[in-house]
């Protein structure tokens, strides 16, 4: 009797003891993962004020800060649930309070006549990028990820449509830096080109809220026009970004067509006697993946882009600048989660997003002409 005692307390309590580090490892991890991303935030955020790399804002000198840290120094794995928290829970934080930045009522008002443009510019963008990138061979996740930045709204869009496409947190960084990086430059060419061109001050900032990737990038060039160009500009391009709510239903009904037909394929693997059924379940995953992660986020964003449109102020006991206040809330949130998606950016595998790079600028480009033609 005494012979099987010991058989069962070796293998129980070491199963039970790496629970309970694991319990306790958790919660440091989060907490760990998420003091690096704030510190990396900041770090950013200094940097950003630098004379140069101001063009390129917090978000992309962030990113790229926490790339290097990377690639220098590694990312102990023990701080990947803190990482993680970063760019799932705060990121969708971020894109809830954007919507007041839209309040929806000035899209609905005034914006309505501009949003047959803005269809305009992310079905052009989406199909240009997916007919460009078969034909250079470029890498198709990170090739529609950059299309739908192009179309909406730079990095934040393709923070929120990433989830859908079960796209991978390393595809998603480098999405999120080539669009900021691609978006800056062609804001300084904007900026250049604004006194020479032949566009009355609306007009041109009509262009630059039509084609350019960023809100950011689009008050930087905008303002190079006047008052009127930042007006017609900003509306311009928030229009563009209420179009993240449809696009993102409409692709998460997609998947979960792709999810039900990997299914069948699946169901019919396995009735034919399991041939090619593990090659069927590793295909049908992020099809699944991406089907069960409704954006539940977008209606959080809608939800406060109808606040906003009650002028809150008029009618809640709000202190003055409170707006100014959640804008820059918005921007550490959006700031802190592009420091997480940095810290999953492996430098070695960047070669992978060369071509892609090369359709995101001929997209860019070829969108920037046609726009600019239908406004002289």
């Given at each position: 009797?005494?012979a099987?005692?010991?058989?069962?307390?070796?293998?129980?309590?070491?199963?039970?003891?790496?629970?309970?580090?694991?319990?306790?490892?958790?919660?440091?991890?989060?907490?760990?993962?998420?003091?690096?991303t704030?510190?990396?935030?900041l770090?950013?955020?200094q940097?950003?004020?630098?004379?140069?790399?101001?063009?390129?804002?917090?978000?992309?000198?962030?990113?790229?800060?926490?790339a290097?840290?990377?690639?220098?120094?590694?990312?102990?794995?023990?701080?990947?649930?803190?990482?993680r928290?970063?760019?799932t829970?705060?990121?969708?934080a971020a894109?809830?309070?954007?919507?007041?930045?839209?309040?929806?009522?000035?899209v609905?008002?005034?914006?309505?006549?501009l949003?047959a443009?803005?269809?305009g510019?992310?079905?052009?963008s989406?199909?240009?990028?997916?007919?460009?990138?078969?034909?250079?061979?470029?890498?198709?996740?990170?090739t529609?990820?950059l299309?739908?930045g192009?179309?909406i709204?730079g990095?934040a869009?393709?923070?929120?449509?990433?989830?859908l496409?079960?796209?991978k947190e390393?595809?998603?960084?480098?999405?999120a830096?080539?669009i900021?990086?691609?978006?800056?430059?062609?804001?300084?060419?904007?900026m250049?080109?604004?006194?020479?061109?032949?566009l009355?001050?609306?007009?041109?900032?009509?262009w630059?809220?039509?084609?350019?990737?960023?809100?950011?990038?689009?008050?930087?060039?905008?303002?190079?026009g006047?008052?009127?160009?930042?007006?017609?500009g900003?509306?311009?391009k928030?229009?563009?970004?209420?179009?993240?709510?449809?696009?993102?239903?409409?692709?998460?009904?997609?998947?979960?067509?792709?999810?039900?037909?990997?299914?069948?394929?699946?169901a019919?693997?396995?009735?034919?006697?399991?041939?090619?059924?593990?090659?069927?379940?590793?295909?049908a995953?992020p099809?699944?993946?991406?089907?069960a992660?409704?954006?539940?986020?977008?209606?959080g964003?809608l939800?406060?882009?109808?606040?906003g449109?009650?002028?809150?102020?008029?009618?809640?006991p709000l202190?003055d600048g409170w707006m100014?206040?959640?804008?820059?809330?918005?921007?550490?949130?959006?700031?802190?989660?592009?420091?997480g998606m940095?810290l999953?950016v492996?430098v070695?595998?960047?070669?992978?997003?060369?071509?892609?790079?090369?359709?995101?600028?001929?997209?860019?480009?070829?969108?920037?002409?046609?726009?600019?033609?239908t406004?002289?």
């Amino acid at each position: 009797m005494n012979a099987t005692v010991p058989q069962h307390i070796p293998h129980s309590a070491p199963d039970s003891l790496k629970g309970l580090n694991t319990l306790k490892s958790r919660p440091a991890g989060i907490v760990g993962g998420l003091v690096l991303t704030l510190i990396l935030m900041l770090a950013g955020w200094q940097l950003a004020r630098l004379p140069g790399l101001s063009l390129f804002g917090p978000m992309a000198c962030t990113l790229l800060l926490a790339a290097t840290y990377r690639h220098l120094f590694g990312l102990p794995e023990a701080l990947r649930p803190g990482v993680r928290f970063s760019t799932t829970t705060l990121l969708r934080a971020a894109i809830v309070l954007f919507g007041l930045k839209l309040p929806i009522d000035v899209v609905l008002q005034q914006g309505l006549p501009l949003l047959a443009q803005a269809a305009g510019t992310l079905a052009f963008s989406l199909a240009a990028g997916l007919l460009l990138g078969k034909l250079l061979k470029a890498d198709r996740q990170l090739t529609l990820l950059l299309a739908v930045g192009t179309g909406i709204c730079g990095a934040a869009a393709i923070a929120a449509v990433s989830p859908l496409l079960a796209a991978k947190e390393q595809r998603t960084a480098m999405g999120a830096g080539l669009i900021a990086a691609a978006g800056t430059l062609f804001a300084i060419a904007y900026m250049l080109l604004e006194p020479i061109l032949p566009l009355p001050s609306a007009a041109y900032g009509l262009w630059s809220g039509l084609t350019l990737h960023e809100i950011a990038h689009v008050a930087m060039a905008s303002a190079a026009g006047g008052s009127d160009a930042m007006a017609s500009g900003m509306l311009a391009k928030l229009s563009r970004v209420f179009l993240l709510v449809p696009l993102c239903l409409a692709l998460h009904l997609r998947q979960r067509q792709l999810a039900r037909r990997d299914a069948a394929a699946l169901a019919a693997a396995r009735e034919a006697g399991g041939a090619g059924e593990g090659d069927a379940g590793a295909a049908a995953a992020p099809a699944v993946r991406a089907a069960a992660s409704f954006p539940w986020f977008l209606l959080g964003f809608l939800a406060m882009s109808a606040f906003g449109a009650t002028s809150p102020g008029h009618w809640l006991p709000l202190p003055d600048g409170w707006m100014g206040g959640m804008s820059t809330l918005t921007s550490v949130l959006l700031t802190t989660a592009m420091a997480g998606m940095g810290l999953n950016v492996n430098v070695r595998e960047l070669r992978t997003a060369v071509r892609p790079l090369i359709v995101l600028l001929i997209v860019s480009v070829l969108l920037s002409v046609l726009t600019l033609v239908t406004l002289l």
